[in-house]
């Protein structure tokens, strides 16, 4: 019973499907990166080949706490196990721990600085693109105030011309009355005389 109550309520295929005069229009695409194409050649600072990616990524891992967790338990057991005797690869002064530091910040401040570097590059885009943005933001605002005000200022003219015709169709009006009134007098004065 209630497949035939669905049945009923459907539409029909012939019910549904509109002619060709008032089905709507596709609005056209929005392109919403418009204003960040004409800076994308800035994006790739060093290139987007596979070294320049990864340096980044490693760069962005350098500071996450992650690595930070990870460094500290490192060094813990490396000083744990010297200390202890359960190796001797590095004694106290640690000077293969200080070597290890000095080759992993020699290599981790230029990953840092071209991370840092592509990401200026981008910030800057974006603000050019921002800039732009807001500037043509603006110049459709000012074109929409300019229309409204020239509608306004159709709208103000046609009430004057209504408010004209307005008062000419009084004058017509009370002329008519008169000329009535007057046609009137006459048809009845006509009539009065034999």
């Not at 590059?121 to 800039?131: G, M």
Request: net charge negative; proline share 6%; hydrophobic share 50%.
């Amino acid at each position: 019973m209630n497949d035939q109550a669905e049945g009923a309520m459907k539409p029909k295929p012939s019910d549904s499907t509109p002619d060709a005069a008032s089905a709507p229009v596709a609005a056209p695409e929005i392109d919403h990166l418009r204003f960040q194409r004409p800076h994308a050649h800035l994006a790739p600072t060093f290139g987007s080949d596979r070294f320049a990616l990864q340096a980044e990524a490693f760069a962005r891992f350098f500071g996450t706490p992650l690595f930070l967790g990870g460094q500290t338990a490192v060094v813990a057991i490396w000083i744990a196990v010297n200390v202890l005797g359960l190796v001797k690869f590095d004694v106290y002064p640690f000077i293969l721990l200080n070597l290890a530091f000095s080759l992993q910040a020699a290599y981790a401040a230029p990953l840092i600085l071209l991370a840092q570097t592509r990401q200026a590059a981008r910030d800057k885009a974006l603000s050019e693109a921002d800039a732009q943005h807001r500037e043509a933001l603006a110049a459709a605002n000012e074109q929409r105030q300019a229309i409204a005000a020239q509608n306004a200022a159709q709208m103000l003219e046609l009430l004057q011309q209504n408010t004209k015709l307005t008062e000419f169709t009084k004058q017509l009006t009370e002329r008519i009355e008169l000329l009535t009134v007057e046609m009137h007098e006459h048809f009845m004065r006509k009539d009065a005389k034999p």
